[in-house]
T-cell receptor, first 113, second 111 residues
Framework: EPEVTQTPSHQVTQMGQEVILRCVPISNHLYFYWYRQILGQKVEFLVSFYNNEISEKSEIFDDQFSVERPDGSNFTLKIRSTKLEDSAMYFC???????????FGQGTRLTVV | GENVEQHPSTLSVQEGDSAVIKCTYSDSASNYFPWYKQELGKGPQLIIDIRSNVGEKKDQRIAVTLNKTAKHFSLHITETQPEDSAVYFCAASDNTDKLIFGTGTRLQVFP
């Protein structure tokens, strides 16, 4: 069964450092998303991406965040200068078209120290 | 924007009993309501979904009901098994594609 894969599974970084979280969505999917989940809390939408541009972003997705699809398979989330409160599980998801089943990756646990 | 409330936050049932989780949403424009199961250390996995033109949907032991007028939808799991133990999230989506999640329900099924 096709799946969304994310790397790394766990990333520890110092406050102020840049991190890049990587995702390989399902190959025939066209819509890509990043969500985050702070420990013990609900999953929160960060950004959606379609046709090589951001479709929508939440208030959480400020100027420190950016997304990119550098080639035909990868989808990345960059946090320029990490803060302690960025510590969370980050999930990548993809859908074949809008408003349909979203497939989630296993997540990257980001710990900012 | 959309806000999704979910109850209860924890639910413990005996194996074989039924479990019901309820969600309410605020935005009448929402038209897609998926339910996700999240096991420890894994990403959310879709278990069932319903669209606003349907009142009920069933898939084996799992069913979802939707009341558009009252803006609430529910997940029903019958004949629960220990492997049903997980955190369950409801979500709502309008035509903007993003999912707004509820706060989650930790379901424990005791043998």
């Amino acid at each position: 069964e096709p799946e969304v894969t994310q790397t790394p599974s766990h990333q520890v970084t110092q406050m102020g450092q840049e991190v890049i979280l990587r995702c390989v969505p399902i190959s025939n999917h066209l819509y890509f998303y990043w969500y985050r989940q702070i420990l013990g809390q609900k999953v929160e939408f960060l950004v959606s991406f379609y046709n090589n541009e951001i479709s929508e972003k939440s208030e959480i997705f400020d100027d420190q965040f950016s997304v990119e699809r550098p080639d035909g398979s990868n989808f990345t989330l960059k946090i320029r200068s990490t803060k302690l409160e960025d510590s969370a599980m980050y999930f990548c998801a993809s859908t074949i078209q809008g408003n349909t089943e979203a497939f989630f990756g296993q997540g990257t646990r980001l710990t900012v120290v | 924007g959309e806000n999704v409330e979910q109850h209860p936050s924890t639910l413990s049932v005996q194996e074989g009993d039924s479990a019901v989780i309820k969600c309410t949403y605020s935005d009448s424009a929402s038209n897609y309501f998926p339910w996700y199961k999240q096991e420890l250390g894994k990403g959310p996995q879709l278990i069932i979904d319903i669209r606003s033109n349907v009142g009920e949907k069933k898939d084996q032991r799992i069913a979802v009901t939707l009341n558009k007028t009252a803006k609430h939808f529910s997940l029903h799991i019958t004949e629960t098994q220990p492997e049903d133990s997980a955190v369950y999230f409801c979500a709502a989506s309008d035509n903007t594609d993003k999912l707004i999640f509820g706060t989650g329900t930790r379901l424990q099924v005791f043998p």
